[in-house]
């Protein structure tokens, strides 16, 4: 079973504080993708990152950056955090097809709920 | 740009009644359509996909359709039950990419 784990399912931050968000996956996916949920928004791309050291830039990636340094490992970083950045954050992971790109199917963390004071 | 609407954004049918989701894609590229389920706190979970190259998918209680011409695509949910109530998302992306386009979500409300 794919695992993806979030490290903090709640947190509360003020607005200005600098927020890291960690995400561990233990599938030895090369992929792994950021993504904000917000209601009647669906799920929207942040940025994602296909190999270590590797990212880019999604739908939405004001105002984040991102973090890959072990293959495992993909974090979201949110330098100065400001309260439209209140929202549920999902990881995801996903196997690199031969060729580039990825199957189709995203495995998910449970997510981290941040609220910007 | 891309996008991926859906429809209803609520749906509340009595149990054992069927239930129906559709979407539309703008990506005329796009040839991969999953359908993930998100029961509340918990996170998506892939429940059934489709291909472009089939019309139509079954598995169990669920199925999912497929028009390319018309960039449409449905899933089918009979028998409801209880369990099924959670948020419904489809989505569609292509091959050799990286990018998932997600409609808004449906809320599928079961009763009992």
């Known amino acids: 079973d794919v695992k993806v784990t979030q490290s903090s399912r709640y947190l509360v931050k003020r607005t200005g504080e600098k927020v890291f968000l960690e995400c561990v996956q233990d599938?030895?996916?090369?992929?792994m993708f950021w993504y904000r949920q917000d209601p009647g928004l669906g799920l929207r791309l942040i940025y994602f990152?296909?190999?270590?050291?590797?990212?880019e830039k999604g739908d939405i990636p004001e105002g984040y950056s991102v973090s890959r340094e072990k293959k495992e490992r993909f974090s979201l970083i949110l330098e100065s955090a400001s309260t439209n950045q209140t929202s549920m954050y999902l990881c995801?992971?996903?196997?690199?097809?031969?060729?580039?790109?990825?199957?189709?199917?995203?495995?998910f963390g449970e997510g981290s709920r941040l609220t910007v004071l | 740009g891309e996008n991926v609407e859906q429809h209803p954004s609520t749906l509340s049918v009595q149990e054992g009644d069927s239930a129906v989701i559709k979407c539309t894609y703008s990506d005329s590229a796009s040839n991969y359509f999953p359908w993930y389920k998100q029961e509340l706190g918990k996170r998506p979970q892939l429940i059934i996909d489709i291909r472009s190259n089939v019309g139509e998918k079954k598995d169990q209680r669920i199925a999912v359709t497929l028009n390319k011409t018309a960039k449409h695509f449905s899933l089918h949910i009979t028998e409801t039950q209880p369990e099924d109530s959670a948020v419904y998302f489809c989505?569609?992306?292509?091959?050799?990419?990286?990018?998932?386009?997600f409609g808004a979500g449906t809320r599928l409300f079961v009763k009992a």
């Open positions: 599938m030895d996916h090369e992929n």
């Open positions: 995801a992971s996903s196997i690199l097809t031969v060729g580039g790109g990825f199957t189709g199917e995203l495995f």
């Open positions: 990152s296909y190999d270590v050291k590797m990212k």
């Open positions: 989505a569609a992306s292509r091959t050799g990419g990286f990018k998932t386009i």
